[in-house]
């Protein structure tokens, strides 16, 4: 990952104003040690701080043309760089960094050549010649950004809120598979795949297309200069990435410059569900497997740094970001600059435990759909902010564009859960790997039940986080909260907490509040699928232990304050 920030059309061109967009960079500093850039042209600048992954002896930025007429700075990967490279085989690179390709595609394409790209990125690219600009984000909002507007005219564009909320009047999150044109002064969709229409499809499930269409995702996310590795939780998602990377690093490139053997992450309490699974999954496979510690208190501490890099005040969101805050550090000190993770594959095949009680397949379809579309306001914003904090950077094959077009093809009836037939939570993807003769792992990691990763690494660090916010926020607080913060009023104390810290490092901007969503959601559910089942309305929580009667680890009544059970449907 690398942090990027532009500002065209300012009023201001004057040394003052170039020194403000370096001060505003340093910001982003965290994103991106290993080289910083910047290029001015007349009232426009383009910034960039680089973590290098691919080339890093030559690829600095900003990027160029061959005339350096245009101009780019990007934050990302473009896995097809070199199959986009041949064919445009009349134009001279100066770098082998596999984003210049985007300078290149700009002269021979136009604004129209965005969805040729196949990786997860965000760029900005200014046309000297006419001072035109173009931003474009990924299909799914793998990579940050965000567009803003100052009072003198200018649009700025950054990785994060924080290199631009204060300088700008207004700033909300780039929307996902969109392109930004000055020409036309507003954003469109580039990305338009059948799923987006949420039409209910009817393709067959075929276990072999889709084993290798997740294969492929992993092998084209192998492509990196510097030392790397796999997030492992032991759950089905990250084992399946660890599984499939270890089978084919022996025969990729990667393997010749830092060897064969796959090096795998797992953080959590002691004693937590996730090690033990993730220690049996790389004995299985034969990983160099790393396990790290934290403690509640540890967690605790780290609150005020995570909420200031995720930028977020979302109560899901914060708890699963802090250990893999914990973690990121941890990996960093030992060299690794990447590692791939298995965020997505539970919005593409309803993983939740929540889609248990899903009353028919257009129900089900719809809701992967809308889950999909916010992922960017979720897990892979924690996943790319949590890692970027340290100059990590983070790869989700699940959200490969070539693989969620084929996953979301499929008929839902396939996704749906149906205990009568020996159905549970993704069965389609666990059938996919389910192979007697090869396996790609043990069968009870196969089918172990969906643990979201704030569960995963140990369940006390929950309770541990509603009993400090407890201590922090007093009932009076809570009964005011609508008064206090009536946008996005927190409704629990934990909730309440982590708004303060947010409003510390963002006061009183109602455009850094907006870029959080909000509304009741019980096992990370939207708040649609909240009307799935009457109760959930009486205490909604976004922990997997919420879907009571499903998980195994359930909150007990008396414990978590929820009433009464919910069966399984």
């Known amino acids: 990952m690398c942090g990027i920030l532009a500002v065209l059309g300012c009023i201001d061109n004057s040394q003052a104003k170039r020194s403000r967009i370096i001060e505003l960079s340093r910001r982003l500093r965290h994103r991106g040690p290993d080289w910083s850039g910047l290029h001015c042209h007349q009232n426009c600048y383009l910034s960039h701080q680089r973590l290098a992954i691919v080339d890093p002896t030559s690829g600095d930025q900003p990027l160029y043309n061959e005339d350096k007429t245009v101009v780019v700075t990007v934050n990302g990967e473009i896995y097809n760089h070199k199959q986009l490279r041949e064919k445009l085989n009349s134009h001279q690179f100066r770098t082998g960094s596999d984003c210049e390709v985007i300078a290149h595609l700009y002269e021979e394409y136009g604004e129209d050549f965005v969805d040729m790209l196949d990786g997860m990125f965000s760029f900005v690219l200014l046309d000297t010649r006419d001072k035109s600009f173009i931003a474009a984000r990924d299909a799914i909002g793998i990579t940050p950004l965000y567009i803003g507007w100052g009072l003198d005219g200018s649009v700025w564009f950054a990785s994060e809120m924080k290199a631009l909320s204060d300088d700008c009047e207004q700033f909300m999150s780039f929307l996902p598979g969109h392109i930004y044109s000055s020409k036309q002064g507003a954003l469109r969709r580039w990305y338009n795949p059948p799923w987006c229409s949420e039409k209910i499809p009817s393709t067959p499930y075929d276990p072999k297309v889709l084993r290798e269409a997740f294969e492929k995702a992993v092998f084209k996310r192998l492509m990196t200069d510097v030392p790397f590795g796999v997030l492992l939780s032991g759950g089905l998602d990250s084992s399946l990435v660890a599984a499939v990377a270890a089978r084919q690093l022996a025969n990729s490139e990667v393997a010749c410059q830092w060897g064969s053997q796959l090096h795998t992450f797992c953080i ?302």
């Open 268 to 569: 959590g309490l002691k004693g937590s569900p996730d090690l033990k699974a993730a220690k049996e999954v790389a004995d299985y496979i034969g990983t160099r497997h790393h396990e790290f510690h934290f403690t509640v208190q540890e967690g605790i501490d780290a609150l005020e740094e995570v909420i200031y890099h995720i930028e977020t005040y979302d109560v899901t969101t914060i708890r699963a970001s802090t250990p893999m805050f914990l973690m990121s550090r941890k990996i960093k000190s030992l060299g690794v600059k990447m590692v791939l993770s298995g965020e997505g594959s539970d919005e593409i095949f309803g993983g939740y435990l929540y889609f248990h009680k899903a009353p028919n397949k257009e129900e089900f379809h719809e809701e992967t759909c809308r889950k999909i579309k916010a992922l960017h306001l979720y897990d892979c914003l924690r996943a790319n902010k949590s890692t970027s904090a340290w100059g990590l950077e983070a790869r989700v094959p699940f959200l490969d564009k070539e693989f969620i077009n084929i996953a979301m093809s499929i008929d839902p009836e396939w996704k749906m859960i149906r205990p009568d037939l020996g159905r549970i939570e993704k069965w389609i993807l666990r059938n996919a790997f389910d192979n007697d003769k090869k396996p790609y792992l043990p069968k009870h990691i196969l089918y172990r039940q969906k643990e979201q990763f704030s569960d995963g690494v140990g369940y006390s660090w929950i309770d541990g986080l509603k009993d400090h916010a407890n201590k922090q926020v007093t009932d009076a607080m809570l009964i005011n909260a609508n008064f206090i913060y009536p946008e996005n009023t927190p409704t629990t104390k934990e909730g309440y907490y982590y708004r303060t810290i947010f409003e510390k490092f963002f006061p009183k901007q109602n455009a850094a509040r907006s870029t959080v969503p909000g509304g009741p959601s019980v096992a990370c559910s939207t708040a649609k699928a909240v009307e799935w089942d009457a109760a959930w309305s009486e205490n909604p929580d976004p922990s997997g232990r919420a879907a009571l009667g499903v998980h195994a680890s359930a909150y007990e009544a008396q414990k978590g304050g929820i009433a009464g059970k919910i069966a399984i449907a």
